[in-house]
């Protein structure tokens, strides 16, 4: 059905629906169930821009990276069939890692199901177990209505993604003007903040001052909420330690004399451990206890006295008792926990949190920096993060693919400020994943120097997507880890396996003659004395940049993961 004079066709509804809700930047890829849709996208004045992708996966870790630096929805789309199938992976990981992003697929007309025409899948039941919301829309007059759930359920609660699929027919049909509208709250997550009851905060105030060796450990949930002042003050006033989980760095800067970094079984050391394990109160603060943080359930230990702070009451008590369960949005939480602290006037000199913090971090770098100094070739891990934070500014945006690189970082790298600062995709890790997402947070925070970290295994996955970097001159640099094989599963096969190896090596490659073809400026490093005068070379010039590092295998290595160290 064609627009008449008073109305709008669905793909133009779509777009404006989109400009509603402040969407400046959309990340996909063309398919022929999108042609009305980039019709309107080109016919239509609007000052959103469309940022043509190499794959649809990419697409979808782009929306998920300018998310997590903006707090704003993401938005991907892509095409029916195979466009549908690739753009989910990088929904469920935004899901379950709480961001917003928003997945548009086109599909075939409605006229057209149960024919058997070509790209036909059923995208309602595809999407619907691994996103927090989604639909296919059937009518061109639901669009608007549509899209505004789709946002209310993004940004509302905790944030995750939606699925709208749009088929091609009903792109158009007719919409009215006046049903274009949005929600200004469902802009920005979290939106509609729920507070806390205030017995439960009385009851977790309680708690915790009757503790002896209390430690806070934070997931991604504090940063998500903007929630790092707030933490701050409970830290230093309490004199705690306060570590966090890979996602949760950024809750406090990683220089703060309170932060004691990441627990857990990837990224944690033998130092970091101990405080986890000694403490006789632990207050999970966004964080939903994982196997990950805790080393599979090994600490806490099942009697350990917990308080557990979360806007998703599903989260409370799902792998501990809990003794005092708080739900809430984490700054209104512990806005409201603070305030009861100074309603007590307590004349606590707190835990000595500090000073704990202080001997273990000397013992942890006192090991770090000998590895981290060293001359050995091939290169090794901790010489590439230590040179890092000698060159990079204190504001850059770090993406880092689940690997190799990953680890390293989280344990050793101390951010000097507090905020998502650090990214890593760390609830499915699909590798492939930092490449693309560090274009999405370069669009999302271009003022940052944005640098981008994977192994060679990931870099296969998604080098064809420099050419989209190239093609907006955007100044990332990617550093890979180069040693020719998927190091983790190799490290984890020398471990577990009794060093019995299989199908894990491939040949060597020339990352940075790859890069360079598609107009990528690199280089290829094996000697650390060259390390650090490449990589400030690479971080000033103003365009993109790759550094292909021929590094130790992991197998190999002191890498700070739980499973692998004697």
Known sequence: MASGINSLNGAQALVRMLEAHSVKHIFGLCGDTTLPFYDAMRTLDHDINHVLTRDERSAAYMADGYSRVTGKPGVCEGPSG?????????????????????????????????????????????????????????????????????????????????????????????????DIWADAKHTHYPAYRVAPESNAIQAAADAILSATRPIVVCGGGVVISGAMAELDRLAVRLDMPVATSISGQ????????????????????????????????????????????????????????????????????????????????????????????????????GFGGAR???????????LFNVLAQSDDQPIRPERVINTMMQVLPADATIVSDPGTSCPYFSAYYQLPLAGR????????????????????????????????MM?????????????????????????????????????????????????????PVDHAAVASAYGVKSWRVDNPAELKSILTAAVEYDGPTLIDIVTQPLEEANAPVRRWMG
């Open 82 to 178: 195979g466009g549908a199938t690739y753009i989910l992976p990088g929904l469920i990981e935004s899901n379950e890692s709480s961001y917003a992003v928003l997945g548009i697929t086109t599909d075939i007309s409605v006229a057209s199901y149960g024919k058997y025409p070509l790209t036909e899948v059923d995208q309602k039941a595809l999407m619907a177990p691994l996103t927090k919301w989604n639909t296919v829309i059937t009518q061109g007059e639901h669009i608007p209505r549509m899209v505004r759930q789709a946002f209310r359920a993004m940004t509302t609660g905790r944030a995750g993604s939606a699925h709208l699929g749009l088929p091609y027919d009903v792109q158009y049909q007719a919409v009215e003007h006046d």
């Open 356 to 366: 704990s913090v202080a001997q273990a971090k000397k013992i942890k770098f006192d």
């Open 421 to 452: 600062r650090f990214i890593t995709n760390r609830a499915h890790g699909a590798l492939g994943y930092s490449l693309s997402a560090a274009l999405g947070a370069w669009f999302g925070r271009p003022e940052s120097k944005v640098v981008a």
């Open 250 to 349: 950024g809750s406090l800067a990683d220089t703060h004399p309170n932060c004691l970094g990441v627990v857990g079984s990837n990224g944690g050391t033998d130092q970091t451990w101990a405080l986890l394990d000694e403490a006789d109160l632990v207050i999970f603060m966004g964080c939903r206890a994982g196997s990950t943080t805790t080393s599979r359930w090994e600490a806490p230990t099942p009697d350990a006295r917990i308080v557990q702070f979360d806007s998703d009451p599903m989260v409370i008590g799902a792998n501990y008792k809990t003794e005092v369960g708080v739900v809430g949005d984490l700054q209104l939480a512990l806005r409201a926990l603070n305030a009861e602290l100074d309603k007590r006037n307590h004349a606590l000199n």
């Open 455 to 507: 192994g060679d295994g990931s870099f296969g996955f998604t080098c064809g997507e420099l050419e989209t970097v190239v093609r907006y001159a955007a100044p990332i640099t990617y550093i890979v880890f180069s040693n020719a094989a998927f190091g983790w599963i190799k490290a984890s096969q020398h471990a577990d396996c009794d060093k019995r190896y299989y199908n894990v090596d491939f040949n």
